[in-house]
């Protein structure tokens, strides 16, 4: 029951700060990481290099997904801005799932820019499906794809540590956060500004995907402070004898 309230009012805040959005756009932090992605971009189109997007392996049935959708949110608006460039994003995943998401994405972005003629269903790929054999296929696309910067976004484990060496040995910037342990600690001492913890999901709202992903942002913002506030009421009523 606890479960299906929380789950009601997340959704009714996230339509009430969705609505709100669109009548007047919200105002975040700065993420120095989202704006080197977005002058990255600029980089990429003027100068006819590419970008690579990895979104990692997590399995979207699992828990382990929830990063994979919002690099599969961040892809969308890439496409978008990078259309016209000479040379269309790539996008690497290592999970069979992932990959067929990662052309429809691809896909729905050169739609939505009005240039459906500029995709090609190689830009999205499976290059592995386990951990070693996923990094071995993506250094490949990193290293010799022409490659200005990589972004990788999703599930990943100690092989991100192959992937940051590829950025490196490449020259090309490197933009990279996930929800794992191990792939944060490589891409904290790898990465000049890398993506922790909720900032990996903040993708879509950073970069302009839309009223909604702003809103879920603040919906977050909400319900962290409810949290707080039920654990410190939790408390004072603990300490006033009060039991439940």
């Given amino acids: 029951m606890t479960a299906l309230i929380v789950f009601l009012v997340a959704a009714l805040l996230l339509l009430f700060f969705t609505f709100m959005r669109r009548r007047s756009p919200g105002v975040f932090r700065r ?22 997007i990895s979104i990692g392996r997590g399995n979207l049935f699992t828990a382990r997904g929830g990063s994979a959708l919002a690099g599969l949110a961040m892809l969308r608006r890439l496409t978008e801005r990078t259309s016209l460039s000479d040379k269309p994003p790539v996008v690497t995943s290592g999970d069979a799932s992932l990959a067929i998401l990662s052309q429809d994405t691809l896909q729905s972005g050169y739609r939505a820019a009005g240039a459906e003629d500029q995709y090609r269903f190689t830009t ?51 933009i990279a956060g ?55 009421g939790g408390i004072v009523l603990k300490f006033l004898g009060i039991g439940f």
Wanted: net charge negative; proline share 2%; no cysteine.
């Fill in 124 to 174: 999205g790929r499976l290059t592995g499906l386990t951990p070693f054999a996923f990094a071995a296929g993506t250094t490949f696309v990193a290293r010799d794809e022409d490659v200005s910067a990589n972004v990788v976004i999703g599930d990943l484990g100690a092989e991100a540590a192959l992937l940051a060496d590829a950025s490196e040995s490449a020259n090309a910037d490197l």
């Fill in 31 to 52: 993420i120095e990481a989202y704006e080197r992605l977005n002058r990255a971009i600029g980089l990429a189109v003027e100068g006819g290099t590419r970008l690579h």
């Fill in 178 to 232: 996930s929800d794992n342990l191990s792939a944060q600690s490589v891409f904290y001492a790898a990465s000049q500004d890398p993506l922790i913890g909720e900032e990996v999901f903040a993708a879509g709202a950073y970069l302009g995907a839309g009223a909604s992903h702003e809103a879920s942002l603040q919906t977050q913002d909400v319900l962290r402070w409810l949290i707080i506030l039920a654990i410190f």
